[in-house]
């Protein structure tokens, strides 16, 4: 139809998103870069959090001024770069990456951002290494293997701060979790399992934001 600025492959949903990147914060250009080799070197560059997302993660945190920040799943850095731009001064992003193909990437990324010196990368599973670092969280991210939802939620919440927030990634699957279809899907169960584990803790809030896979915002009280 002439005038929608629709054509084949361009989806509702592309246009939309293209209208809220028009309508929000700029992207930093050594965002953009990041997400540019991103998309150019990674075989699933869609993980990476991208303009939209790490605009709103932006204004989390600057919303919530965290001290401490934890991040389950890094990728090549995108998400957790957003994050320690809206720290405040002395704030640190503790981040967490399984895959250690990915750290000499990773690294090098960081050591090229302005905010280079709020990030702390970590390699390795998160059920682990968070109980050694010895601290406690104002904020975490969780964006790591889904699988391991329910796990994370029972091993990090402890470690979250009374009134601090954990934001998880992904919870509403591409609309797998309210689909019969997925029954039987591993990470559709476990993202399930989690959304029932924290819409049933009496110790939390909770909220969905519907945004790209959905986002869970839980409250500690």
Wanted: proline share 5%; with cysteine; hydrophobic share 40%.
């Amino acid at each position: 139809m002439a005038g929608t600025g629709q054509g084949i492959g361009y989806t509702g949903e592309d246009i939309l998103e293209e209208y809220i990147s028009q309508h929000i914060g700029p992207e930093p250009d050594e965002l953009k870069s990041l997400y540019r080799e991103t998309n150019l070197r990674m075989l699933n560059p869609r993980m990476a959090s991208g303009h939209i997302q790490g605009r709103l993660l932006r204004m989390m945190v600057t919303m919530i001024r965290p001290m401490t920040v934890l991040e389950v799943g890094t990728f090549t850095g995108y998400s957790a770069m957003c994050m320690a731009q809206g720290l405040p001064e002395g704030g640190i992003v503790h981040t967490v990456e399984i895959d250690d193909e990915l750290e000499d990437f990773i690294s090098e990324r960081i050591s090229e951002q302005p905010y280079r010196d709020r990030i702390r990368l970590h390699i390795g599973d998160a059920v682990q290494i968070v109980p050694q670092l010895g601290l406690q969280f104002d904020m975490m991210f969780i964006d790591g293997e889904k699988r391991q939802y329910p796990q994370y939620y029972r091993t990090l919440l402890p470690f979250l701060k009374s009134g601090g927030y954990m934001l998880a990634d992904n919870t509403l699957w591409d609309g797998h979790v309210a689909d019969s279809a997925y029954d039987r899907d591993p990470q559709t169960v476990a993202i399930r399992q989690f959304n029932d584990m924290a819409a049933a803790d009496d110790s939390v809030e909770v909220a969905i934001v519907p945004i790209r896979d959905g986002i869970t915002i839980i409250r500690k009280k």
